[in-house]
C-alpha cells in the first residue's frame, strides 16, 4: 500500500509543482496526469461491480471531504482528481487516488 493512502486530506493545501506531481505519481499505478487533472479509467466486468466501485469512490469521498469528477458506463468509471480551489493538482488528489489503490487491493 502507497504511504499516500495511509494519509488524510487536509483542508487548506496548496497547488503542487509539475515535479511534486510528476514523483507523486509514481506511487499510483495507471494513473496519469491530462493537464492539471490526475485521472485512470477503471474497468470491470458488469454495471453492477462498476456501482459497486462508484460507491466506494463516494464513501471515500465523504470521509476524505475530497470529492472526485466521475465519468461512469456499464462496465468502466473514470476517475478524475484535480483541486478546483488551487486552480490544479493538490497532495489531496493523490492521497485519494491512493485510498482508491487500496480500497481495490483488499
Known amino acids: 500500500m502507497s504511504n499516500l493512502a495511509a494519509r488524510r486530506c487536509k ?5 503542487l509543482a509539475q515535479s511534486d506531481a510528476t514523483r507523486l505519481l509514481g506511487e499510483l499505478p495507471g494513473w ?3 493537464g492539471d487533472t490526475l485521472v485512470k479509467t477503471f474497468p470491470f466486468k458488469n454495471y453492477h461491480e462498476t456501482m459497486a466501485f462508484v460507491n466506494a ?3 471515500i469521498a465523504h470521509r476524505e471531504d475530497h470529492h472526485p469528477d466521475l465519468s ?6 473514470r ?3 484535480s ?6 493538482l493538490s497532495e489531496n488528489d493523490f492521497i485519494c487516488a ?9
Open 98 to 106: 491512493a485510498k482508491i489503490e487500496a480500497a481495490l487491493a483488499v
Open 11 to 15: 483542508p487548506s493545501v496548496t497547488k
Open 32 to 34: 496519469q496526469l491530462e
Open 72 to 77: 461512469v458506463g456499464y462496465n468502466k468509471c
Open 83 to 88: 483541486t478546483h480551489s488551487v486552480g490544479g
Open 79 to 81: 476517475v478524475e482528481y
Open 57 to 59: 469512490i463516494a464513501w
